[in-house]
T-cell receptor, first 118, second 112 residues
Framework: AQTVTQSQPEMSVQEAETVTLSCTYDTSESDYYLFWYKQPPSRQMILVIR??????QNATENRFSVNFQKAAKSFSLKISDSQLGDAAMYFCAYRSGVGLSGNTPLVFGKGTRLSVIA | DAGVTQSPTHLIKTRGQHVTLRCSPI?????VSWYQQVLGQGPQFIFQYYEKEERGRGNFPDRFSARQFPNYSSELNVNALLLGDSALYLCASSFPGSYEQYFGPGTRLTVT
């Protein structure tokens, strides 16, 4: 079974600075997808960024970027120019690419709580 | 377009009771998944339905059941509630052929 590990229960960052959240995963599959989700106090799980395992190029979405190291099974999230609104729980998630598209569940890590200091 | 909707937002039940949670997916999405998120943990997969058929089930007891209707909305049912069932229940939908899941705001269930 696949597992996702987030080793940082809590992180903090000064406003406008950069922070990196760590995630490692364990799988024997070659076809899979990785995601970072943000969950603010409102509870809504929001997709931040995604990465296809077959792509070597790291995904980027505005201030959010990932460092995908497939051989090391590492998938870290970098938030640049941190804003107060970035404060939330961040979850790393894995999804198998095996089987019918859209029919495999997400496997989540335990999350990292990010605080942004003004 | 409206996002994934869930009802109710909150509810409180007593041990031994039954509960039904509801989810409406984004228009055009045919796959619905249910997750349980206990306080301080990441979501855990409960069920996945695609085209009204169960396509996956997580490690949850038979007290948990679900179904998907012709309009692709879904219900999660939990019988004989236990204190440990207290959690945030999240529903997520996805478009056919897409690997992205979009979540609803969740239902907070408290069992006393």
């Amino acid at each position: 079974a696949q597992t996702v590990t987030q080793s940082q229960p809590e992180m903090s960052v000064q406003e406008a600075e950069t922070v990196t959240l760590s995630c490692t995963y364990d799988t024997s599959e070659s076809d899979y997808y990785l995601f970072w989700y943000k969950q603010p106090p409102s509870r809504q799980m929001i997709l931040v960024i995604r990465q296809e395992a077959y792509k070597q190029q790291n995904a980027t979405e505005n201030r959010f970027s990932v460092n995908f190291q497939k051989a090391a099974k590492s998938f870290s999230l970098k938030i640049s120019d941190s804003q107060l609104g970035d404060a939330a729980m961040y979850f790393c998630a894995y999804r198998s690419g095996v089987g019918l598209s859209g029919n495999t569940p997400l496997v989540f890590g335990k999350g990292t709580r990010l605080s942004v200091i003004a | 377009d409206a996002g994934v909707t869930q009802s109710p937002t909150h509810l409180i039940k007593t041990r031994g009771q039954h509960v039904t949670l509801r989810c409406s997916p984004i228009s055009g999405h045919k796959s619905v998944s249910w997750y349980q998120q206990v306080l301080g943990q990441g979501p855990q997969f409960i069920f996945q339905y695609y085209e009204k058929e169960e396509r996956g089930r997580g490690n949850f007891p038979d007290r948990f059941s679900a179904r998907q209707f012709p309009n692709y909305s879904s219900e999660l049912n939990v019988n004989a509630l236990l204190l440990g069932d207290s959690a945030l229940y999240l529903c997520a939908s996805s478009f056919p052929g897409s690997y992205e899941q979009y979540f609803g705001p969740g239902t907070r269930l408290t069992v006393t």
